[in-house]
């Protein structure tokens, strides 16, 4: 029995949601630990795209258990659209392949109100990029104990209780603060009552059916959202996500114990990528830049925008091997850096005349640093067909020595190609 906990170590979209569909091959359990639908897991699988935004990526494997943890906030809308949209490609979801935890938390429309209003206030140097989603005002009320949960939707006077409660606050915000159109208590009533039938045989104790399996022996893969640079503690704050992302929130995040994980693989793409705003030392803007947004097809899974493109960031590297405790890392989309002659990777910032190996808390500091770069040769030839690691190009080779020796942490993955058999397993973290 293994439990292994996948997490980005940039600013998210780093291909996790390929990895865990590969790993889950090993996996009895795949489980979704943090952040809402504003993230976006991207898959290729004999040609079919599948983008899944709350259901964990190892649904596409129908022998396989997932789970959404307590860590993660639900629009119930959402989520059933993506049920609904397996269903019609043949993958039908029932309550024996997915369980809701019962303590997650649910997105209301005010939510989504709420963080559109805000955003749209704010002047331009202000604005953090959200996707509009109602991600960050979900948590507020979470962390300020007037949340709405999963299992809220099970008792209706509960429910009417909250949301009565919840809509005197709201409302006074959306009128007097934002000049907003109010949201009516019976519509949104209504909705959630239709969501609790539909959705009430999937609710339960994630916790509890995850010892069980521990306790069996079975395998599990944690699976979390964005990157490392984006968690609200750790990252360039405030330019981040609302939720930990880093490894250790798969425990608080699920209810599982810490000293059940064996492993934590990082998902680190072979060049650097940025959504919204926020500090990017390594941002591209030349036509360098603009070949590997447009190679990598570089726009988010969710929002559709162009993604930000730079060279690879060893200090976003280290600090992510640093938080999460990496034990392996997933080299990703490093067909993407082929036909470039020169690659150069960031080793440490410059600030005025200090030198820096981790990213600075000041956030203004944080954009002002300098990369300083390490230059290494590229390769011309594609190497996307490639099935074999030692057949892969010196200079790719080399690369991915580079990143192993800087980090301090082994490839365990190496991903040539956007689809599901353009990876290169060389470690299965479930058999160590």
């Not at 994980?261 to 500090?279: F, H, M, W």
């Not at 162009?306 to 490093?334: E, F, M, Q």
Request: proline letters at 4%; aromatic letters at 6%.
């Amino acid at each position: 029995m293994s439990s292994v906990v996948i997490v980005g170590t940039q600013w998210g979209d780093e291909g996790k949601g390929k990895i865990v569909d590969l790993l889950t091959r090993s996996a009895d359990y795949v489980v979704r630990f943090q952040g809402g639908n504003n993230a976006g897991h991207t898959l290729v699988v004999n040609k079919q795209q599948y983008i899944f935004h709350i259901i964990p990526s190892g649904i596409l494997y129908e022998d396989k258990k997932c789970m959404i943890g307590n860590g993660v906030i639900i629009d119930p809308a959402i989520l059933l659209q993506e049920i609904g949209g397996l269903a019609e490609k043949g993958l039908p979801v029932t309550p024996e392949r997915l369980m809701i935890s019962e303590n997650a938390h649910l997105i209301m429309e005010y939510h989504r109100r709420l963080d559109q209003a805000q955003e749209a206030s704010l002047t331009k140097d202000k604005k953090i990029g959200t996707t509009g989603r109602g991600i960050g005002p979900c948590y507020v009320d979470k962390v300020g104990r007037v949340g709405i949960k999963v299992g809220d939707l099970l008792d209706e006077q509960i429910l009417r209780d909250k949301l009565t409660a919840a809509l005197e606050e709201k409302n006074f915000l959306l009128k007097e603060k934002f000049g907003e159109q109010p949201v009516f208590f019976d519509s949104v009533l209504a909705n959630l009552l239709d969501y609790a039938e539909k959705l009430a045989p999937f609710v339960g104790n994630v916790s509890v059916e995850l010892d069980l399996a521990r306790t069996r022996g079975e395998n599990i893969l944690f699976e979390g959202a964005q990157g490392t640079q984006l968690d609200i503690d750790h990252g360039t704050y405030p330019f981040v996500t609302s939720s930990n992302t880093v490894a250790g929130s798969a425990c608080n995040g699920a209810g599982f114990g810490p000293t059940h994980i064996d492993s934590v693989i990082g998902i680190l793409k072979a060049y650097t990528t940025r959504v919204g705003e926020g500090p990017f030392p390594t941002e591209l803007h030349d036509e360098t830049g603009e070949q590997l947004q447009r190679k990598g097809g570089e726009f988010g899974a969710t929002t559709g925008r162009k993604r930000r493109c730079g060279w690879l960031d060893g200090v976003v590297a280290s600090d992510a091997v640093r938080l999460n405790g990496l034990t392996g890392l997933a080299i990703t989309k490093l067909d993407v850096l082929s036909g470039q002659s020169r690659i150069k990777m960031a080793t440490s910032y410059k600030l005025d005349e200090l030198s820096l190996s981790a990213m600075p808390a000041n956030v203004k500091e944080a954009g002002r640093v300098e990369p300083v770069y390490e230059e290494m040769s590229g390769w011309p030839s594609e190497i996307n067909e490639i099935t074999n690691y030692e057949d892969l190009p010196v200079e790719a080779k080399d690369y991915i020595k580079r990143i192993e020796d800087f980090t301090g942490v082994e490839a365990v993955i190496v991903s040539v190609g956007p689809d599901r058999d353009e990876t290169l397993l060389l470690k299965d973290p479930f058999e160590v």
